[in-house]
């Protein structure tokens, strides 16, 4: 205790220096006054008892240095020289400096930037009241298919569960905006149940919230605005409430504006209340697409409320659809984050920060193998300084701070480095689905974070090296030998070559392993041709197009005008672009067959020529409005795979349920060919579909595809030739087809990209390591070249002798690597199972690699040396 | 230079401890001056050592101290002993009796 109080004194010491140092002199006066006084009494003089005074006391400058060294100050004195001595190292040895730093500031900057990722999607919360007790809820089918709720199971849940204090709907839709003075805009928008923001605590900034009165049918129509869309298209005007606006054509009153941070359900910026959703009342059970919240009861838990559920759906489904058939679901219950950030016991976050740590544990190992490769070369300095009187402990410390010096370097470096990438990152997510809410950045924990790893990079790395070579230095004389080894280093950087070969290996064979989903998924998305093709959604809505026909001759019509234009090499639509979530709905093959749940989709004739696609089997769709035979369908092959595979398929019918929208009565179709399996839902895998004709079922929205001949910009002649058949309708969502496939994959291209970077810093780590190794091995050797050389060795010998320094442990760490990369893979793989196939040939690659580059960066050195003069080498010491 | 011998090491702290248990709080000058009459000038003492000494028992936690006014009615710096201190010098006095016992047998067998 007196111990650490004595300490924490001379710590703080320095703190209150001025202050001590002030009542120190004010302390010593008094002492000499008093102490001059009794000479006085005793006869002397005045000047005479002064200087007797001041004999006695005995120099008050030692005193004061005394004084401040016990209060701590010759403690920070001895910080302050190491220091110096560090940064004087820092410019006598720049390369060598550099290489440490680089090394470091790799595995501290990846490190960071993962966990500043991952930390930032994991700790994201929405602006909510109590946000841990704010449930989305949603359903999931017997194939793992995830769904929202329909609205009739919506009313009874609400109505009938215990479990949750209150329970909203919302559903989102692009709602054209118009207001007095201004064109009209298409705005995301979500029509919400009139409890909405209050159960998830959310307040208007400016007017008021729905009242339930607002959410009966026959209502007056009212609206909420967002902050930003209440800036961009009213400039921040107090008197917006109680302006009328019309929304889809139809007036209605603005009431409140949110504010900024309120964006629900992720991007929203206009709320109607659920009464005004069309078509509302008359949704059955299997058309779930509605976003349910619900906020959990005092004391209830997650798994309470989901028991519940699963009993209220377990007691309607019975009245709709057989159980354990295809079309049956289930409820779920998560947290309303987890709806858009993953589960929180996702394995891949966990994977990732795993590689990260891989990676910070490959740079402070590179690091302590270029400080034991060098401290060769320093036992002379260290023996002169044991010589002057050091203690091994006082040369730890030395070389200690000259390590906390580059590790400080380092960590800045790789916190700019993580900064930068967390930046990019927020650029590139932005816009991908993520919500508003999580932000990415180095915030204070992320700082923190650097500090912290850079300080135990500074153990981690500088530790066993500085031990090992000042207890060389206190064996051994000064003057002497300049580049024998400290004792065990040739162990030490054995090992830890053996170590940076062995994780770099399992980085890579586990990059390459999550990697490949991301590949797969890309290449199988590679079946349609996206060059070129750009998409714009087009509504068609208005009295004119009110029947299913005058939708569907309006499209062809549109289309055939495309068609005629020679900028324009084909033009088709489709009621869901291709890589996005399409409605499951329930399909019968035949009579005998039990219904199946399946991805349906109506798209034009011209749909899959535009595309590239061709049939697998059978025919495509005729380019005519009535096919030659009849009522006709397509299906994917994934779905002919499921029913007696491409032939059996053919031929068969099939029945689409009714959509509720379109009125009872489904038709049995003709399946007349088979098309290449095309994801319409979420990665990895591509489902059974379903295509309609675009006759069949015309949706009011529809996804407008163009391929555009040669390199020339077709928007406007898109918008030029809408304008001549209606000017009313608008063009809206314009992306090139190839972004409907990347903004499905993003988790997927994310986590590659992540885990790519960080296996390319691990392999190059490796190399500098093994690169370091070599170079000073044979730098430390080049007398003993000289003497091969003259003696007849021939330089192939000397490559071969110096390369064998690194290579021995590097093939021991390739070894031990490999067998831990099938393990890492294996791991990896029941883990996260859609990553595929693990074992051999992803680890036995990753090894070659990893073994030709750590013989490349052997060699390089090796034949520098290798190539000396041996004159000049053996004069050399 | 003083032909008397230095203070012995570590002894300072144990002279200084005894004098403020036998005198109350005292300022620097009074401990420095009760050193050197009970010594009878037998020590060389720096009165300045003093400072770093009542620092060093202050860091400890041995001795606190406190502005005061001085016999000559100027503000001065009053050390007082804790208990920890009071504890410490009973403690301290133990040893150093033993210590003066063992070696004066050890000197006295020669």
């Known amino acids: 205790m007196t111990r650490l109080r004595v300490w924490i004194a001379r710590i703080v010491g320095p703190v209150v220096a001025r202050r001590r140092d002030a009542r120190l002199r004010e302390e010593i006066a008094a002492h000499l006054e008093a102490l001059a006084a009794e000479h006085e009494r005793r006869g002397l003089s005045p000047a005479a008892a002064r200087l007797a005074a001041s004999r006695d006391f005995g120099g008050t400058i030692a005193t004061v240095e005394a004084h401040r060294a016990q209060a701590g100050l010759a403690w920070l004195d001895a910080l302050a020289r190491d220091l110096a001595l560090g940064l004087r190292r820092l410019r006598l040895e720049p390369w060598f400096s550099a290489a440490v730093v680089a090394a470091l500031a790799i595995g501290i900057g990846g490190a960071v930037a993962v966990v500043g990722t991952v930390t930032a999607i994991s700790w994201a919360t929405p602006p909510f009241r109590d946000p841990a007790a704010v449930m989305a809820v949603s359903t999931i089918d017997a194939r793992g298919r995830r769904g929202d709720v329909s609205w009739p199971d919506f009313v009874d849940w609400r109505d009938q569960s215990r479990a949750f204090n209150d329970m909203a709907a919302f559903a989102s839709a692009s709602m054209a905006l118009g207001s007095e003075g201004l064109a009209a805009e298409r705005v995301f928008g979500s029509h919400v149940t009139a409890n909405t923001f209050g159960l998830l605590g959310l307040a208007p900034m400016l007017g008021r919230d729905f009242a339930a009165a607002d959410d009966r049918a026959g209502a007056a129509p009212v609206a909420i605005l967002g902050a930003n869309l209440w800036e961009s298209r009213f400039g921040r005007d107090p008197a917006v409430i109680g302006r009328v606006v019309t929304i889809d054509g139809v007036a209605h009153t603005v009431v409140g504006v949110m504010p900024p941070e309120v964006t629900f359900p992720l991007q929203a910026a206009l709320w109607v209340p659920m009464a005004h959703r069309p078509g509302l009342a008359t949704l059955g059970r299997e058309r779930r697409t509605f976003g349910v919240v619900g906020r959990l009861s005092a004391g209830t838990g997650r798994d309470a409320a989901l028991a519940e559920l699963v009993g209220l759906a377990a007691a309607s489904s019975r009245l709709t659809a057989p159980a354990e058939s295809d079309v049956a679901f289930r409820p ?428 390319t810093l691990a392999l190059t780590l490796a190399a500098l390591g093994i690169y370091a190794v070599t170079a000073y091995a044979a730098a430390r050797r080049t007398k003993e070249a000289g003497i091969r050389i003259a003696i007849g060795a021939t330089r192939r010998d000397l490559v071969r002798l110096f390369v064998r320094s690194a290579a021995w442990p590097a093939a021991v760490g390739v070894g031990l690597g490999l067998v831990g990369a099938v393990g890492l893979t294996r791991v990896l793989q029941s883990l996260i199972p859609e990553t595929g196939q693990a074992g051999w040939p992803v680890a036995v690659m990753a090894a070659a690699l990893v073994a030709v580059v750590a013989v490349a960066a052997a060699v390089v050195p090796a034949r520098r040396v290798a190539n000396v003069d041996p004159v000049s080498a053996l004069r050399c010491d | 230079m003083s032909a008397s011998p230095e203070v012995p090491y570590g002894t300072l702290d144990l002279m200084v401890l005894k004098t403020l248990d036998g005198l109350g709080p005292l300022h620097g000058y009074g401990i420095a001056r009760r050193i050197e009459q009970v010594t009878g000038g037998g020590l060389a003492l720096n009165q300045g050592t003093i400072y770093p000494a009542l620092l060093r028992l202050e860091q400890k936690g041995w001795v606190k101290s406190s502005w005061g006014t001085s016999d000559n009615n100027r503000r001065a710096r009053f050390y007082a002993l804790t208990a920890a201190g009071r504890r410490q010098l009973s403690a301290e006095q133990d040893l150093w009796a033993r210590t003066v016992a063992m070696v004066g047998r050890l000197l006295g067998q020669e």
């Open chain 1, 332 to 759: 779920t219950v998560v947290e309303f984050r987890e709806r858009f950030l993953g589960r929180s016991d996702d394995p891949v976050p966990l994977a990732l920060l795993g590689a990260a740590a891989m990676l910070l544990a490959i740079g402070c190992a590179t690091a302590a193998t270029l400080l034991f490769a060098r401290s060769a070369f320093r036992v002379d300095e260290m023996a002169m300084r044991t010589a002057l009187g050091a203690t091994r402990g006082r040369l730890v410390q030395q070389l200690l701070l000259e390590c906390a010096v580059l590790a400080a370097l380092a960590g800045g470096v790789g916190l700019a480095g993580a900064a930068v990438a967390l930046q990019w990152f927020a650029r590139v997510l932005s816009g991908s689905g993520l919500p508003p809410w999580v932000q990415f950045g180095v915030d204070g924990r992320v700082t923190l974070l650097a500090v912290a790893i850079s300080a135990s990079a500074v153990l981690v790395g500088g530790l066993a090296p500085g031990w090992r070579l000042a207890g060389a230095g206190q064996r051994q004389a000064p003057g002497g030998s300049r580049t024998t080894r400290p004792s065990g280093t040739r162990r030490w950087i054995g090992g830890l070559v053996v170590a940076e070969t062995a994780l770099t290996l399992m980085l890579l064979a586990g990059a390459a392993h999550l990697g490949a989903a991301a590949v797969a998924i890309r290449r199988a998305d590679q079946v349609i041709a996206t060059d070129g093709v750009i998409t714009a959604q087009l509504t068609v809505a208005g009295p004119a197009y009110a029947t299913p026909e005058q939708r569907s001759s309006f499209i062809a019509r549109y289309l055939d005008r495309l068609r005629q234009r020679g900028e324009i090499a084909a033009a088709t639509a489709a009621s869901a672009p291709p890589f996005s979530g399409t409605p499951l709905r329930r399909v019968a093959l035949d009579d005998a067959s039990p219904e199946v749940s399946v991805r349906v989709l109506s798209v034009d004739t011209g749909y899959f020529a535009t595309l590239g696609l061709a049939a697998v089997r059978g025919r495509l769709f005729a380019p005519t409005i009535v096919d030659p035979d009849g009522d006709v369908v397509m299906v994917n092959a994934r779905f002919a795979a499921t029913h007696g595979g491409d032939a059996a398929i053919l031929g068969r019918r099939v029945r689409v349920a009714p959509s509720p929208t379109e009125g009872p009565g489904g038709a049995w179709r003709l399946v007349i060919g088979v098309t290449p399996s095309v994801r319409q839902g979420a990665p990895p895998d591509a489902e059974p579909a379903v295509y309609l004709p675009l006759t069949a079922e015309p949706p009011t929205t529809v996804y407008v595809m163009v391929r555009a001949a040669g390199g020339t910009p077709v928007a406007q002649i898109l918008r030029d030739e809408l304008q001549a058949l209606d000017g009313g309708l608008p063009l809206f969502g314009w992306q090139p087809l190839a972004w409907y496939s990347e903004i499905s994959r993003w988790t997927h291209r994310t986590i590659g990209s992540i885990v790519a970077t960080l296996g």
